[in-house]
């Protein structure tokens, strides 16, 4: 039963885990369209020329980069964060695997003894039946 519920604890960190690295490459996928929104934008910026786009185009044009740029470092903090609790999760489902492996080892040892001892049972059982009969006759 510990074992089935360590191996249970196991599913449970591998499915956290695999969750884990789902957000991470989510915020990448994130990180590299914004980039590419970024450069897209200062390329156009750049390509329209200095007297054709007013100031205050100019001024959108860059409040939306800034904040593009933003929402970049909201993802890479999100990123690192996530790698972080990704590496927990991962010293979690070694320890668990350990102990699942020390709880098998433990049982297969308690299993050897008792066959050992069910076997010394028996075996008394006949020497005692083997000197009853001796005696009787």
């Given at each position: 039963?510990?074992?089935?519920?360590?191996?249970?604890?196991?599913?449970?960190?591998?499915?956290?885990?695999?969750?884990?690295?789902h957000?991470?490459?989510?915020?990448k996928?994130?990180?590299k369209?914004?980039k590419k929104?970024?450069?897209?934008?200062?390329?156009?910026?750049?390509?329209?020329g200095?007297?054709?786009?007013?100031?205050?185009d100019v001024s959108?044009?860059?409040?939306?980069?800034?904040?593009?740029?933003?929402?970049?470092?909201?993802?890479?903090d999100?990123?690192?964060t996530?790698?972080?609790a990704?590496?927990?999760?991962?010293?979690?489902?070694?320890?668990a695997?350990?102990?699942?492996?020390i709880?098998e080892?433990?049982?297969?040892?308690?299993?050897?003894?008792?066959?050992?001892?069910?076997?010394?049972r028996?075996q008394?059982?006949l020497?005692?039946?083997g000197?009853?009969?001796?005696?009787?006759r």
């Amino acid at each position: 039963r510990r074992v089935l519920f360590r191996s249970q604890t196991e599913e449970r960190l591998i499915s956290e885990c695999a969750y884990i690295k789902h957000l991470i490459e989510s915020e990448k996928r994130t990180i590299k369209r914004l980039k590419k929104r970024k450069a897209d934008l200062i390329d156009q910026l750049n390509q329209t020329g200095a007297d054709e786009v007013s100031a205050p185009d100019v001024s959108v044009y860059l409040s939306y980069i800034q904040y593009m740029q933003h929402e970049e470092r909201k993802s890479e903090d999100a990123i690192r964060t996530g790698e972080r609790a990704l590496e927990e999760k991962r010293i979690e489902l070694v320890d668990a695997a350990k102990k699942r492996k020390i709880l098998e080892i433990v049982k297969e040892k308690k299993l050897e003894e008792y066959l050992l001892a069910a076997v010394r049972r028996e075996q008394k059982d006949l020497d005692e039946a083997g000197m009853t009969r001796f005696v009787m006759r």
